[in-house]
């Protein structure tokens, strides 16, 4: 168990729709990264967040986004969803203050759109 | 830009014989390399890292890395492999350019490990 938590574990929506992951960090950890999983583009990092304000942004889509709140849970946001959002999204913290970190990644949300 | 190579898609192995997962990165300063593993419908968990100092770094389930820096490299190893290693491993390496030292990592695309009885 790494500490790292996602919800839902599965979504299944039609092309079109809006959902929302959700991820809670290791406690202690401040900074958050999302990736996409798909078979034909690997691991790509989307977007991460540190202490609630962005810190890098990757191949992200203009249609989601995300933020990172007080209580420093994540949510990513997919919206006007196409065939080809369906993938496993990955949520992974760390503690960056230590410079070395390796990251400790959820369980994924696995979208399907229909 | 940072990146790593993982020049095979699949690799086969007999239970008990050695194992190599081969990686190769390109980066601009020093490597932060890590080797992560991902068994079906689970998340990735770290495996080891290299960061300075010995080329050889252990890590966990027995396996090790050997960094090269002449090669570029940061091969996975296994002096004696079981059914139970067969998943999906990935190489990643820091990025460590653009806005500074996010902690990001940056992944190959994967190799599957299959480890016959």
């Known amino acids: 168990d790494s500490g790292v938590t996602q919800t839902p574990k599965h979504l299944i929506t039609a092309t079109g729709q809006r959902v929302t992951l959700r991820c809670s960090p290791r406690?202690?950890?401040?900074?958050v990264y999302w990736y996409q999983q798909s078979l034909d583009q690997g691991l790509q990092f989307l977007i991460q967040y540190y202490n609630g304000e962005e810190r890098a942004k990757g191949n992200i889509l203009e249609r989601f986004s995300a933020q990172q709140f007080p209580d420093l849970h994540s949510e990513l946001n997919l919206s006007s969803l196409e065939l080809g959002d369906s993938a496993l999204y990955f949520c992974?913290?760390?503690?960056?203050?230590?410079?070395?970190?390796?990251?400790?990644f959820g369980e994924g949300s696995r979208l399907t759109v229909l | 830009a940072q990146s790593v190579a993982q020049p095979e898609d699949q690799v086969n192995v007999a239970e008990g014989n050695p194992l190599t997962v081969k990686c190769t990165y390109s980066?601009?300063?020093?490597?932060?390399l890590f080797w992560y593993v991902q068994y079906p419908n689970r998340g990735l968990q770290f495996l080891l890292k290299y960061i300075t100092g010995d080329n050889l770094v252990k890590g966990s389930y027995g396996f090790e890395a050997e960094f090269n820096k002449s090669q570029t490299s940061f091969h996975l190893k296994k002096p004696s492999a079981l059914v139970s290693d067969s998943a999906l491993y990935f190489c990643?390496?820091?990025?460590?350019?653009?806005?500074?030292?996010?902690?990001?990592?940056?992944f190959g695309q994967g190799t599957t490990l299959q480890v016959k009885p």
């Open positions: 406690s202690g950890d401040l900074s």
């Open positions: 990643a390496v820091r990025d460590m350019i653009g806005s500074g030292n996010t902690g990001k990592l940056i």
């Open positions: 992974a913290s760390s503690d960056i203050r230590g410079n070395t970190g390796e990251l400790f």
């Open positions: 980066v601009s300063g020093n490597p932060y």
